[in-house]
């Protein structure tokens, strides 16, 4: 699967490498293609997930805000809850195309 803008592949990995959580796809970090991603101060605490970090998007045709985020320090109960350690696994906002 790709994580694209405009055409600009932001992630890429199979399936099978990444996790599908309340309907969006999280890429492990090392599908993130090198300065794709700049980070964000905008803050989010995920109930159940724990504190996230946000992230720019960047791509040769600009920076789109707030475009993706990951959850770096998971709860443990979240890792129970998904079955699977996603820490540090990156989603994208719907301004990206996940395909």
Do not use: H
């Amino acid at each position: 699967m790709r994580a694209t803008v405009d055409g600009t592949v932001i992630a890429e990995a199979t399936e099978d490498q990444l996790v599908k959580i309340e309907g969006n796809w999280y890429f492990p970090p090392s599908a993130l293609t090198p300065g794709a991603l700049s980070e964000s101060p905008t803050p989010y605490t995920c109930p159940w997930k724990g504190a996230a970090q946000y992230w720019d998007v960047v791509t040769p045709g600009g920076t789109t805000k707030d475009a993706a985020w990951s959850y770096p320090d998971l709860k443990p109960s979240a890792v129970e809850r998904v079955g699977r350690d996603f820490a540090g696994f990156v989603a994208f906002s719907p301004g990206v195309t996940v395909s």
